[in-house]
């Protein structure tokens, strides 16, 4: 029969290395947590002014139905459009797309946020050459393998499950930045 100390001894060493690393992890994440967020703040900034790069500054972000919507303001403070986020299932996935649409309804800029489509193929949607495509267009736009006309874009050959979900959510978003300019 074992004595009360053979369980005892490694059960409080055991307690005590848990408690060590307990301690230890909390304290790294107390020192870290704030260096992390202002990175991600700086990050998204950063994001909004590829899209929106005639902005001085960004208004409250709100959100409904996993859309985020930033007004884009002015020197003077004034709404001059809106960033959106959005998302869109594209063919590997979900794809995150942040656009950005001026006073009149023309994208002014896109960035692909996130993406799980394959390499070398969908992923091209990420690339500056297919976000600039969408740049000056309007509510309404279509990929010109479905419809071509003033307000289409090519396809990324190859890859037209994801340039529709891309086309999609760019859409989305002009049409969310219409309906935050009207109330």
Request: hydrophobic share 45%; aromatic share 4%.
């Amino acid at each position: 029969m074992k004595s009360l100390k053979e369980y005892l001894v490694p059960t409080v060493t055991l307690f005590v290395i848990c408690l060590v690393a307990t301690l230890l992890l909390g304290m790294t994440n107390s020192v870290t947590a704030p260096i992390i967020a202002k990175l991600a703040e700086e990050t998204e900034i950063k994001s909004r002014q590829i899209v929106f790069a005639d902005a001085a500054s960004f208004g409250e972000e709100t959100e409904a139905d996993g859309t985020s919507i930033v007004a884009a303001l002015d020197e003077n403070g004034n709404v001059i459009g809106h960033v959106v986020v959005n998302t869109a299932k594209g063919y590997g996935g979900d794809i995150s797309v942040m656009t950005g649409v001026d006073a009149d309804g023309k994208v002014t800029g896109v960035n692909i946020l996130s993406h799980a489509e394959t390499a070398g193929l969908g992923a091209k949607a990420a690339e500056q050459s297919f976000r600039d495509r969408f740049i000056g267009l309007i509510e309404g736009i279509t990929v010109s393998k479905d419809k071509a006309g003033e307000n289409s874009i090519d396809a990324i050959t190859g890859a037209t499950i994801t340039s529709r979900a891309v086309t999609e959510a760019v859409n989305a978003a002009i049409e969310a930045a219409g309906g935050a300019n009207n109330g």
